[in-house]
């Protein structure tokens, strides 16, 4: 199994990957996965927030919820801001969520085209592994969201955390097939146990504690291996739990 990191969407040219797993520590996939475990029904992402107002008023209203960031802070008109905590059971259960984030939702619609596409954080990284250790396939594709184009420190150890689990519990040959793979589990071996203090350095995360109490948010994004979630594309643009 050949694995590769690419920081943002922006680098990735073209791929023939069979899975892609899209990253966004702080905290798309990280409040994705919450939602889906809460028993929200669907997530159905956008980069073009037109389009996301047009798609949601089509639906159901008691059965949809408008989820979004812009600059880390709650999109106006929306129902709930882009934080795992805000995606209580109470009110994410049975509804589609319409979301959209700064760059976490970019990076899905990159990859949107390969036939398995997860969306992975901390809490779920052993969940995801396995399911890719299952499927059994020749190139996987681990793409970060960074922040408006640039690297991103919690995402490329969340890389690094996945292929560190997959090269230590995968019976057949892990290739870690780029530099950015490799530095990423370099990071990780080094932070792997403080990795809230990493998400702490990280400018992500302290432009979140910038904007006012992130506090529980960061706790929440750097638990490991705690959600037994894997946030799968099942149709263009909708993930649901697996
Ligand atoms: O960049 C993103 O997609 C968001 O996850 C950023 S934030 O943590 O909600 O500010």
Redesign the pocket.
């Known amino acids: 199994m050949n694995l590769y990191y690419y920081h943002v969407a922006d680098d990735v040219l073209e791929t023939d990957s069979d899975i892609a797993v899209v990253i966004?520590v702080?905290?798309?996939s990280t409040t994705i996965s919450w939602a889906l475990k809460n028993g929200a029904d669907s997530i159905q992402f956008f980069s073009d927030l037109d389009l996301l107002k047009e798609t949601a008023e089509r639906w159901d209203a008691n059965k949809k919820l408008m989820l979004g960031?812009r600059g880390?802070k709650k999109i106006n008109g929306f129902d709930l801001g882009?934080s795992p905590l805000s995606v209580t059971k109470e009110k994410v259960q049975g509804k589609r969520l319409f979301m959209s984030?700064?760059?976490?939702?970019k990076s899905l619609k990159k990859v949107q085209n390969v036939k398995y596409l997860f969306a992975m954080a901390l809490p779920n990284r052993k969940a995801v592994a396995e399911r890719i250790m299952s499927l059994n396939k020749k190139n996987v594709l681990i793409l970060g969201?960074g922040?408006e184009g640039s690297y991103s420190l919690e995402d490329s150890l969340a890389a690094g955390a996945l292929a560190s689990y997959i090269k230590y519990n995968f019976n057949n040959e892990v290739n870690i097939s780029n530099d950015e793979l490799q530095a990423s589990l370099a990071l990780w071996n080094t932070w792997k146990n403080d990795i809230l203090g990493c998400l702490k350095t990280a400018t992500?995360g302290k432009r979140?504690t910038s904007l006012g109490d992130y506090d529980d948010d960061l706790k929440c994004c750097s638990e490991l291996d705690c959600l037994d979630i894997v946030p799968t594309q099942f149709e263009r643009g909708v993930i649901r739990a697996s």
Request: aromatic share 6%.
């Open positions: 966004d702080l905290r798309a960031e880390g882009n984030t700064t760059n976490g939702t969201s922040w992500h979140l």
